[in-house]
């Protein structure tokens, strides 16, 4: 399905069928020995100012433990990012919406997914970029060493976000691909 930007609908899961994913931690350590052996792929997805960076927020932080986005200011939180021109990533609320609108760099085929537990009200980004690459024992990518095959960011929802309602849209120009998320507020009268 096509919204009347030219962008693509993403369906948004809310029945997680992988319990077990994201169970290997990102430790700084390990993270840092990736990357500097990294190619160009994984420089792409979780370079600076990337959503899937760890160091996004100026400090590191795993991407697979879930983050309170909305509790932080866009402008104060990604200032230094955007003074030098590398900031991928933004947020914002109305009075009836929280919006993300992230670029997404297109690796291989552009998988990304995003995924809502209503109940816990969280929210995960998450895609596969390396396709080549045997999987974990199991089969399942995000079971095991999860940065080797693809990106993740999880992402606590305000109290008053309404997740089962949002809606997530994809647009592709150049070499990046756009993901907006749009929640909307529970107690909102007018629904976007």
């Known amino acids: 399905m096509t919204s009347s ?6 369906e948004i ?3 997680d069928k992988t ?28 370079s600076e100012g990337s959503i899937f960076s ?20 866009a402008d104060v939180l990604l200032a230094s990012l955007r003074s030098v021109g590398q900031c991928r990533v933004d947020w914002s609320q ?4 929280y919006v993300l609108i992230s670029d997404l760099p297109v690796v291989g085929k552009n998988n ?5 537990d209503v109940k816990g009200k969280m929210m995960e980004i998450s895609g596969q970029w390396n396709i080549n690459k045997k999987t974990a024992a199991n089969g399942d990518w995000r079971s095991g060493r999860w ?8 992402l606590e929802l305000p109290g008053d976000a309404d997740p089962q309602n949002s809606e997530a849209f994809l ?3 150049d070499d990046y691909s756009f993901l907006e998320i749009i929640i909307p507020k529970i107690n909102s009268k007018n629904k976007f």
Request: proline letters at 6%; glycine letters at 10%.
């Open 13 to 15: 899961y809310t029945e």
């Open 54 to 73: 760890p160091f996004l927020f100026g400090k590191y932080f795993d991407p697979s433990d879930a983050f309170p986005l909305w509790e932080f200011d």
């Open 5 to 10: 930007s030219g962008s693509l609908k993403l």
């Open 112 to 116: 990304v997914q995003v995924y809502v």
């Open 94 to 97: 109305t009075d009836q919406t």
């Open 147 to 154: 940065w080797e095959y693809g990106y993740v960011r999880r």
């Open 19 to 46: 319990p077990g994913k994201w169970s290997v931690p990102l430790s700084e350590e390990v993270f840092r020995g990736f990357l500097s052996g990294a190619g160009g792929s994984e420089k792409a997805v979780f």
């Open 171 to 173: 647009s592709n120009k």
